[in-house]
C-alpha cells in the first residue's frame, strides 16, 4: 500500500476487495467496446463493492453518465447504514488508464475515488480539488 497525503497531512491508504476488483473487470469486459460505469461502495479508505450501473450517456463508445437512479438509490442506502458512496468507476475501452481530459472536465473535485478499467488493469484516482491524483492500493478481503 501506498499513501496519499492529504491537504491536512493524513495519509490515504485504500483497499479494494478481490470482488470488487473483479467487478469492475467484469464490468468494463461486458460493456466494450461501450464506457462501462458504477458504484464504488464501502466504509472509509476500503473498497467492498463496485456495483455496474446503466451508462446513459448518448455517446456510450467514447463517454460515461452513470445512471442517476444507481446514484439516489445508493445515497439512500448509505443514509439508511449501508455503505458509503466511496467513489465511482469507468472503462476507456482505448486501453488508457488514466484520466482523459473529459474525465478533467466533468470532475468536481469532491475528493471521491474513481476507479479506471483499461486493457486488464485497474487503476484509482482521488478527484482532488487540484484535479486527479494517482493513488496505489491493495487488495484484500474486508
Known amino acids: 500500500m501506498a ?3 492529504h491537504a491536512d497531512g493524513t495519509a490515504m491508504y485504500l483497499t ?18 461501450r464506457e462501462a460505469c458504477g458504484l464504488l461502495l464501502g466504509f472509509g479508505n476500503h473498497i467492498e463493492t463496485a456495483q455496474a450501473a446503466a451508462n446513459v450517456h448518448p455517446e456510450p463508445a467514447r463517454h460515461f453518465e452513470i445512471d442517476p437512479a444507481a446514484l439516489i438509490a445508493a445515497h439512500k442506502a448509505a443514509r439508511a447504514g449501508g455503505p458509503e458512496l466511496v467513489g465511482y468507476f469507468h472503462s476507456h ?5 488514466r484520466p482523459s481530459a473529459t474525465d478533467a472536465a466533468s470532475a468536481s473535485g469532491d475528493g471521491r475515488i474513481w476507479a479506471i478499467a483499461a486493457a486488464g488493469a485497474v487503476s484509482l484516482w482521488r478527484d482532488a480539488p487540484s484535479g486527479f491524483e494517482a493513488l496505489s492500493y491493495a487488495i484484500k478481503e474486508s
Open 3 to 5: 499513501h496519499d497525503p
Open 16 to 33: 479494494l476487495t478481490p470482488q470488487a476488483h473483479a467487478a469492475i473487470l467484469a464490468a468494463a469486459a461486458q460493456a466494450a467496446p
Open 93 to 97: 475501452p482505448n486501453g488508457l488508464a
